[in-house]
């Protein structure tokens, strides 16, 4: 500003005419977090870890003498936590934003009038067990994907039922024949979401004066449609339950070879597409493919990563698209543009031949109001992911993923001057080693519509089990096999391999899709993911040095994945922290010395240093603090189970190879938001450590406070710390708890035995460690407490003189 004190103004030519269809102007931006408010940010994570160091000095050099068991196992925990923060702190040093333009995307390969130059993209959906997936979950997402905001010759949409199931391929039938009205319709007045069951549960305002009759008129006709649709679906799904033993006959009475979803032949069946009838507004749909690879007793199917194997070369002999985008069946696409969006990425020259994939957070639609389980993670969504995206790239989380065929080919980024036909490079041979018998796959080629029964016979032998026998598939191709969280792993080997992954965050949720509403199908999650995670890092791919040689995987992408797979082994830590208080009040003994010198300062600054750095947090990332607490809370309640059990199992599996099961979370099909199914689960194993917790704390609470008041052995500040520890843990449960007590059932009975039975044997472990102590609390509870209470009250009252 001073510099121009006194100097005229120089006019700054404007650019004559704003070209947005200019090659050179980028499709996307990076937002650069405001640098002040990352820079206290940083500040902070300086200090803290300054402070850090200091607390720790004090705490390894004062043990507690007449306690140094407690003390020690403190020191431990705490140790431990200091570490883990670390991997989980340094990747969050340079988050990133970003902002997409949709409208140059438009005028460069989308004009109105020309073909459309936008590339192919094959959609995928899974779905596996039509009993936790009802099949109007399926039809919605596949309605939201034919009627999705992007040229119809240029989608396929490719539904894969590894359920093998009747209600499924017929209900997708009815879908095709729905699509033909909801699509025109959806275009025709631009409607958000395209998904018509939480579409039409939105309010509409039809009384604003802005709206079209014709629209009110044609919206009502469409939910009557819609309907009738879902009657049609929910009397498939009642068929279903009665299926004779020899196997189903389908709608054109064609017999269907067998109904055993665990053997049964490759099924592919299309719907719709190029000579599938026109909409009736007589335009073309987007192909619907409704595809069930072979299942056969003896073959190993790899679960949700084999099936996406399948469909991908499915997909390479039908359509061959050059992107593929991949949704779990009850994720929908909740903004019609998501599509184009993750295009901005892909198509710009900044990006293209080194973007493995595009992923957008996952976004839940019924989550309940408290979000008392943490389903939305925000901690993870809008932090994290923001983070690593501003170091290589997001992890891939299995769906609303957008990926570059040829990352999944197992292919390297292509860097400057290389030869963009990659595949050609291969010998014949070494090509047959790495992708199997079909010639088709590989290679970047564009399928004619001709000659469709010729593909559909290709197709069909590309889904069979034995396709895969000794070729690279779910090793060094497709998506990984051996994990229980096959999609981290997927995308850790990309980023390996030198590509960068993009997070795409609209600011209308591109994919909204169903979070698992009760406790035991959150927990149940919570272990899949974890036991996913301990597995990795036990597996030959550890991100701890797993592809160190060629030295592409940046080092703070490495400590995030380090982080991702190695968080599980802290809950040992945090049970041992959580009994801590319990056992603390119980014996009078404490982890620290008395809180007076200057440790107390020490410890004070400490904790405002998290404090600090939670808040700069949660500011630079817009997160509330409600979602942040929710998270907090979870990380102690599925600490104290889920991933304490994983981590457990992790270490089990590696001495015996024994696997988890990979159990489909429930999806309700439709909005059951603060519904009694928060309160349904089942009792199992995982809930037995954060029950005791509880019981043990909450006892710990009563004796320490009696026996303090009747008993005034120690100083108040040491009491206040132990209580302030104990109740620090009971808050961190307290979702848990309403979730196990808030049931409709009451709790089992073999939940109060094993707690009764564990509780004793916590009394009697007390006991041996002080029976002195014992005695002298019962002896004062019941002799003077009581008589104290007699004397004072009740006595009294006796004497009263009528
Ligand atoms: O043998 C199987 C098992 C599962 N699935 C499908 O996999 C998807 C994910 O299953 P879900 O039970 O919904 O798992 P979530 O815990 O909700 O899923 C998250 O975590 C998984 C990894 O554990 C990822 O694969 C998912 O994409 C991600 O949404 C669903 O579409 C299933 O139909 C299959 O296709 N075949
Ligand atoms: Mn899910």
């Known amino acids: 500003m001073e510099a121009n004190a006194g100097v005229v103004a120089v006019e700054i030519p404007t650019p004559e005419i704003y070209k947005a269809d200019d090659p050179q102007q980028p499709l996307s931006r990076v937002m650069p977090i405001s640098s002040s408010r990352l820079n206290k940010y940083r500040v902070v994570i300086v200090l803290r870890l300054i402070i850090l160091g200091f607390y720790l000095q004090y705490r390894y050099t004062h043990p507690v003498n007449d306690a140094y068991a407690l003390w020690l196992v403190s020191v431990l925990c705490e140790s431990c936590f200091a570490f883990s923060w670390l991997f989980d702190q340094f990747p969050k040093w340079s988050p990133v934003e970003r902002e997409t333009y949709l409208d140059r995307l438009a005028l460069r390969y989308d004009k109105d009038g020309v073909p459309s130059q936008l590339p192919h993209i094959d959609m995928f959906v899974t779905t596996a067990d039509p009993s936790r997936e009802p099949p109007l979950v399926t039809a919605n997402t596949v309605l939201s994907i034919l009627a999705v905001d992007y040229p ?56 604003n004066n802005d709206i079209d009759l014709s629209f009110i008129k044609e919206c009502r006709e469409m939910k009557r449609e819609y309907e009738e649709l879902k009657v049609r679906i929910n009397a498939l799904v009642a068929k279903a339950q009665k299926v004779s033993e020899e196997g189903w006959t389908m709608q054109d009475e064609t017999p269907r070879p067998g109904n055993n979803p665990r053997d049964h032949p490759g099924m592919i069946k299309m719907f719709l597409g190029h000579d599938g009838g026109l909409d009736t507004d007589g335009n073309e749909l987007p192909c619907l493919v409704y595809v069930s690879r072979e299942k056969r007793p003896g073959f190993n199917h790899h679960k949700k990563a084999g099936a996406m194997n399948a469909l991908m070369r499915a997909s390479a002999v039908l359509t061959n698209g050059a992107y593929i985008l991949n949704v779990d069946c009850d994720h929908y696409i909740n903004n019609s543009k998501a599509l184009k969006e993750a295009m901005c990425f892909m198509m710009d020259p900044a990006y293209d031949k080194k973007t493995c994939y595009v992923q957008f957070p996952q976004r839940f639609y019924d989550v309940d109001l408290h979000d008392r389980y943490a389903n939305r993670n925000m901690a993870f969504f ?10 290589q790239g997001p992890f891939y989380v299995g769906t609303g993923c957008c990926f570059n065929r040829q990352a999944l080919y197992g292919y390297d980024p292509v860097g400057e001057g290389d030869d963009v036909e990659i595949s050609l490079l291969l010998s014949q041979q070494s090509f047959r080693k790495r992708f199997g018998l079909c010639p088709l796959l590989g290679a970047a080629t564009v399928r004619e519509k001709t000659n469709v029964t010729a593909l559909l016979k290709e197709a069909i032998n590309v889904i069979s089990c034995d396709y895969e026998d000794e070729t690279e598939w779910g090793e060094e191709i497709g998506w990984m096999y051996g994990s229980a969280t096959e999609d981290v792993l997927t995308g850790f080997r990309m980023h390996v391999r030198g590509w960068i992954s993009i997070y795409c965050m609209p600011s209308r949720p591109g994919f909204l899709g169903c979070a698992p509403i009760n406790l035991s199908d959150r927990l149940g999650q919570a272990h899949r993911w974890a036991f996913g995670s301990v597995d990795c890092l036990l597996s030959r791919h550890c991100p701890i040095w797993y592809g160190l040689y060629n030295g592409k995987l940046r080092f703070l992408e490495r400590v995030a994945y380090i982080n991702n797979a190695a968080y599980p082994f802290t809950s040992i ?40 750095t939670v808040v700069l947090e949660l500011q630079w990332s817009g997160v509330s603090f409600l979602d942040w607490w929710r998270s907090e809370q979870f990380w102690v309640i599925g600490g104290t189970s889920a991933q304490l059990f994983a981590a457990i199992q992790g270490l089990f599996k590696l001495f015996t190879r024994i696997d988890v099961n990979f159990n489909v979370t429930s999806k309700a099909d439709d909005q059951k938001v603060n519904s009694s199914e928060l309160y349904i689960f089942k009792w199992t194993w995982l809930l037995v450590p954060p029950t005791i917790i509880t019981i043990i704390n909450l006892a710990g609470i009563v004796f320490g406070v009696s026996s303090a008041i009747i008993y005034g052995y120690e100083s108040w500040g040491l009491l206040s710390g132990k209580l302030i520890f104990a109740i620090w843990v009971i ?41 002195f102590m014992v005695d002298k609390w019962l002896e004062v509870n019941i002799g003077s407490f009581v008589r104290n209470i007699y004397d004072k009250f009740f006595a009294k009252l006796l004497d009263f003189d009528f």
């Open 152 to 207: 119809v010759d240029k989608v396929t949409c490719y539904v894969s039922d590894d359920g093998y199931a009747m209600q499924i391929f017929e209900s997708l039938s009815e879908t095709a024949e729905f699509a033909k009205k909801w699509v025109p319709f959806c275009k025709k007045y631009s409607i958000e979401p395209r998904a018509p069951e939480f579409y039409f549960t939105q309010k509409i305002d039809y009384l």
């Open 382 to 391: 809008d932090i994290i992911m923001k983070a690593v995206d501003g170091i």
């Open 573 to 612: 830590a945090l049970l041992a922290y959580c009994v801590l208080p319990a056992i603390c009040l119980v014996t009078g003994k404490f982890i620290t010395p008395e809180i007076k010198d200057i440790y107390g300062m020490w410890f004070l600054i400490f904790f405002i240093s998290i404090f600090a």
């Open 731 to 771: 808050v961190h449960l307290y979702p848990f708890l309403k979730g196990l007590l808030g049931r409709e059932n009451g709790i089992p009975t073999s939940v109060i035995l094993w707690s009764i039975v564990l509780a004793m044997l916590f009394a009697l472990l007390w006991i041996r460690v002080d029976p």
